[in-house]
């Protein structure tokens, strides 16, 4: 064993440690990176979702895998990474998650890992509204869906804010 690889053990050991006891993301990461190299690949992560009963359609899971993987980007989720998506997933119903991460990465234009009023007004001049239209309901919606006031609209704030459209997520 190297002494990177043990390093990458001990980094590992330590963020489980650190992690709520009641959540499973670290044990089912260290279980499913069956290759130890401390990054889940599609195979692996498809295998531990499925453990933690949040299964994904294949194709949503390459854009999630995209969408998640933070720079330097290698197409693989890194454990904070993992632990995010989880996060995440979790605090969205079950039976809404595909149709609410459907419309995230549709409307994350610049694929950055949040929804801020630019990819808004991109999005809804796409559909045909105009410029000036575009912009207006652009700042209607990030003042209501934005609960933090960050100027970023996160998975789980867009799941809430799609709620009411969504039969309540």
Do not use: C, Q
């Amino acid at each position: 064993m190297t002494w990177s690889t043990i390093l990458l053990h001990l980094t590992l050991f330590f963020a489980m440690a650190s992690a709520n006891k009641d959540d499973m993301a670290g044990a089912v990461f260290t279980k499913y990176d069956v290759n130890s190299d401390g990054k889940m690949s599609n195979t692996e992560l498809t295998e531990a979702l499925k453990e933690m009963d949040l299964t994904l359609k294949p194709g949503l899971l390459n854009a999630i895998i995209e969408h998640y993987d933070k720079p330097p980007k290698n197409r693989f989720l890194e454990f904070a990474e993992f632990t995010a998506l989880v996060t995440d997933l979790k605090a969205i119903k079950a039976d809404k998650r595909e149709e609410v991460l459907d419309y995230f990465i549709a409307f994350d234009t610049d694929k950055n890992g949040y929804i801020d009023i630019d990819d808004l007004k991109k999005v809804l001049a796409s559909v045909g509204l105009g410029s000036h239209d575009a912009s207006v309901l652009a700042a209607a919606v990030a003042s209501i869906a934005d609960i933090n006031a960050d100027d970023k609209i996160t998975v789980v704030e867009l799941a809430g804010y799609l709620a009411t459209d969504l039969d309540k997520l």
